[in-house]
């Protein structure tokens, strides 16, 4: 099984106007931080930032002013970040599409954990050939069968236990002629000794010790929060840290039926406790945020708000705007 520190982004492609997100790597990197950062304060309004302010958030979690700025240029280049120059000064936002993406990552990472789904007993088996030289194609689907819920029982062959959902359909409409069937059916039992359990696809202990580590990890803040003893700069670590590590368990666990899995399945109390992390620093967080970019913007941004995870269950809505307008000025006059 993949390490959940290497795997893709979880973030699906946005259609015509595809953003490439950072890869996940292992441990914290900074252009994952950076991202986490702006969508954790700035999702709904795609408020404007100073650089300066960024690189000055980034820094509490470690992030050096070079390791800074040369994130926020690669996620620029990436089509992540729109930005605005004005003399000295330059500013960036969210792109509007990597927003979108955001915004509906956000949603499902939320959804796939919180609710249980029916199942009929059947599988949906996906099988694809793609010739040696579309390797890029082959990838990119890898990881929209993975952020879709699906695992490969065999190389080219690919199992869920749910419907073939629209999304999915669209992916792979986008392949070329001949280079896919989808079946679903109930699996035949066959003798033990040469039958392949499909939850086989699925590292079954390496998700639930995972699911043990971040427990472990968050548990014992949960104390600190109550009782209102986590400050400004603490809170925003701790939420970008939970996000960041919290998004990467519906590619790991994603949503399978409870039957096929162990008693006592930690997918709920992981699921609670990163929402009692996240949401209950949100506020000393925003207002931390606030702190820091005020210096450096020359005022109080309306457009920075945490948002919890009831909003992103909700879903949020991005504000729209066109990707190259300007950042206002008064945006730009930090030093």
Partial sequence: MTSPFEIEEIFPDDGEHQVRLPRRQSGNSPQGMAVTLLADYTLRTREWLPSAAIVALLAESGVSPAGARTAISRL???GVLDGSR???????RLSRSAAGNLSAGGSWIVTSTATARAWDECWTIVAFSLPQQHGAQRRALRAQLRWLGYAPLYDGLWISPYELVPAARRQLAGLGPGAVTVFRGRQVELDAVIARDPLAAWDIAAVAGQYETFLGRWRPLLPE???????GAAAVRARTEVMDTFRRFPVLDPQLPLRLLPPDWLRVPAREVFAAVYDGLAGTA???VRAVVAPFAGESLPGIRAHTTADLLAGLDVA???????????VTRGR
């Fill in 286 to 288: 925003e207002r931390h």
């Fill in 76 to 78: 620029a280049r990436r």
């Fill in 320 to 330: 729209g705007g066109t990707d190259d307008s300007r950042a206002p000025e008064s």
């Fill in 86 to 92: 004005q003399g000295r000064h330059s500013s960036y």
């Fill in 225 to 231: 929060i109550a009782a209102g003893r986590v400050d």
